[in-house]
């Protein structure tokens, strides 16, 4: 079954090694660069971040990053990295994982929010269409790194 835990100190290790294939490389960054930001955002205050593992039963596949920015009104959540480690890529982990970690966002543990964006490298043809199956539309906009900024409402 597919759920979410902390990073530990006694996961660290085993989460940091998680990695996609070299090609994908430019579609998702590391979780060590995951970590980092996570850091940075909560310690300056940028917005609120936490680290995910996730889990199939006693197996790390993989991670996501999420992030709250209050806004009053226009609070957000941030879908803001997402990734299956090499080896659980092509088993029906993705869908499965990205369900639980949007019904973890859905929670709103960090409060309300209006909706949740999430961006993606175009050509990351797997990862944008389990975005755009689960409802997340386009913006026609992208991020200063050349990503398409997606949308989800969300009801409140």
């Known amino acids: 079954?597919?759920?979410?835990?902390?990073?530990?100190?006694?996961?660290?290790?085993?989460?940091?090694?998680?990695?996609?294939h070299d090609f994908q490389n430019k579609f998702v960054s590391s979780s060590a660069i995951s970590l980092g930001e996570a850091y940075i955002h909560n310690s300056n205050n940028v917005c609120?971040?936490?680290?995910?593992?996730?889990?199939?039963?006693?197996?790390?596949?993989?991670?996501?990053?999420?992030?709250?920015?209050?806004?009053?009104?226009?609070?957000?959540?941030?879908?803001?990295?997402?990734m299956i480690d090499k080896r659980y890529q092509g088993?029906?982990?993705?869908?499965?994982?990205?369900?639980?970690?949007?019904?973890?966002?859905k929670t709103m543990p960090f409060g309300e929010a209006s909706k949740v964006i999430l961006e993606y490298m175009p050509g990351n043809d797997v990862a944008s269409g389990i975005y755009h199956a689960y409802g997340f539309v386009d913006t026609d906009e992208y991020n200063k790194y050349g990503e398409v900024k997606t949308k989800l409402s969300l009801e409140i």
């Not at 759920?3 to 996609?20: C, I, Y």
């Not at 088993?91 to 966002?105: R, S, T």
Request: proline share 1%.
């Open 1 to 20: 079954m597919i759920h979410l835990k902390n990073v530990t100190m006694d996961t660290l290790r085993e989460f940091t090694a998680l990695s996609v």
């Open 48 to 82: 609120k971040a936490q680290i995910k593992a996730i889990y199939n039963d006693n197996d790390m596949i993989g991670h996501a990053l999420i992030q709250y920015t209050p806004m009053g009104d226009e609070s957000f959540y941030d879908f803001h990295r997402f």
């Open 91 to 105: 088993l029906g982990y993705g869908k499965k994982a990205f369900n639980v970690v949007m019904d973890y966002i």
